[in-house]
């Protein structure tokens, strides 16, 4: 007997109805609603609603999130807002980021957010507060959602002596990522040496902040591509921003795109950000401040997209919904098609499991029952309406329900 049985659930990819069974949190039964389905200790009769694998958030700082009513000034460039987030980092406490990312992560999980890779600021001035409050929020929240936990030098390796003895620490209490940044120290081989050894010790993938920037002759991707194939990390390496990328020549940006295909390298476009504080100095042209998504997509990259920030210094946006990113990114890349919407649905879900290594993740027998239901007739309508999450489950448990209303509009006579 199942514990939960979807009926009559709607997909993206085929007009026929379906019935989805969960067992023990795992979905282990799906075929069409016109046959006879197995028992089940509850039915939930979806009437046509989409039923989705749940949304994935590959990149976000929960640990300077929601800092707005905290700073005293606007910022519009990047080395500005790393500058104000140092600032106000001493006073962060292990409860001030708590409580500030859970009020993130009660309103990711009810936009449907099943999964979520998280960057905890590792330097001297905040230590490893951020790190230890990830962690345990990744222990407290099992069940709701699936924390993975970056760690991240933000400010770079070695500007600092005790950095490299705070990255030992950080590795030392769990991180699932070993994360890196190649715009801030000046020897940029030495840091992605020592985070590529790191993470080669300990079995992790990296996750690299890279060519954050308009200039297109900053172009440290081709550093990452090389030593991702010399540590043979294909496959286990994300890249988030990569903006330089599309400020570049076009025939080396196409080249570009090839080598990060075939270095297996994920590429997380954050719009948001990009967005916002790119575009404003000397290079411009036809440059619209974000990696150059359709051309890494038609060589075969992995493309997804994240939040990176919401609400700070870096990113004055954000709502934590992804539907909100892609239509963003949809309204900024050119990419208006029914096929896009698709794509760019898909880089949202399957795409981003991908690029954070989620084997048990999809619509299919097997997987984790992490679904969403929504109401929505297509992808295109899903993506521009974005409506509610109504019910969001994490392996096979309900973990937020939204209620939608139904409004009975009065008839108004026309006023002549």
């Known amino acids: ?109 009810s936009k449907g957010i099943t999964h979520m890779r998280c960057h905890a600021e590792i330097d001297p001035v905040i230590g490893l507060t951020s790190m230890e409050a990830m962690v345990a929020l990744r222990q407290q929240l099992q069940g709701i959602i699936d924390l993975q936990v970056v760690a991240f030098p933000q400010d770079g390796l070695f500007h600092d002596e005790r950095m490299l003895s705070l990255m030992q620490q950080a590795a030392a209490l769990g991180p699932d990522v070993i994360g890196g940044i190649t715009y801030m120290d000046t020897d940029l081989s030495d840091h992605l040496a020592y985070v590529f050894e790191m993470a080669e010790q300990r079995g992790l993938p990296v996750d690299l902040h890279v060519d954050f920037s308009d200039n297109p002759q900053q172009l440290a991707i081709k550093q990452v591509i090389e030593a991702t194939k010399h540590y043979g990390m294909q496959g286990k390496v994300s890249v988030g921003h990569l903006t330089s990328l599309g400020a570049a020549d076009r025939e080396d940006a196409k080249r570009i795109a090839a080598d990060i295909a075939e270095a297996g390298i994920h590429v997380i476009s954050l719009p948001l950000t990009d967005l916002y504080l790119n575009g404003r100095g000397e290079f411009k042209g036809d440059y619209r401040g974000l990696t ?61 499991a991908d ?41 096979g448990r309900l973990v937020s329900q939204t209620e939608v209303k139904q409004h009975n509009w009065l008839s108004m006579e026309t006023v002549g």
């Open 1 to 109: 007997m199942l514990d939960i049985l979807f009926t009559k659930s709607a997909g993206l990819h085929s007009n026929q109805l379906r019935d989805v069974g969960v067992k023990d949190g795992k979905i282990t039964y799906i075929a069409d609603s016109s046959e006879a389905a197995p028992e089940s200790i509850e039915v939930y009769d979806l009437a046509g609603k989409l039923l989705l694998p749940g949304l994935v958030e590959p990149h976000i700082h929960l640990d300077k999130a929601l800092l707005l009513e905290r700073m005293a000034e606007d910022v519009t460039e990047l080395r500005r807002a790393i500058e104000v987030t140092s600032r106000l980092k001493q006073s962060f406490t292990a409860e001030d980021i708590y409580e500030r990312s859970m009020r993130v992560i009660r309103q990711a999980v």
């Open 292 to 352: 150059p998504i359709s051309t890494l997509l038609e060589h075969g990259v992995n493309v997804t997209y994240g939040s990176n920030n919401v609400q700070n210094a870096f990113t004055p946006f954000g709502t934590t919904d992804p539907l909100d990113v892609g239509l963003l990114l949809a309204q900024t890349s050119h990419l208006g098609s029914a096929k896009d919407a698709m794509q760019l649905l898909r880089m949202a879900t399957l795409g981003a």
């Open 355 to 395: 690029a954070l290594g989620l084997t048990e993740y999809g619509l299919r027998i097997g997987a984790d029952a992490d679904l969403i239901v929504c109401a929505a007739k297509d992808a295109r309508s899903l993506l521009y309406e974005r409506p509610e999450r109504e019910r969001v489950y994490k392996r």
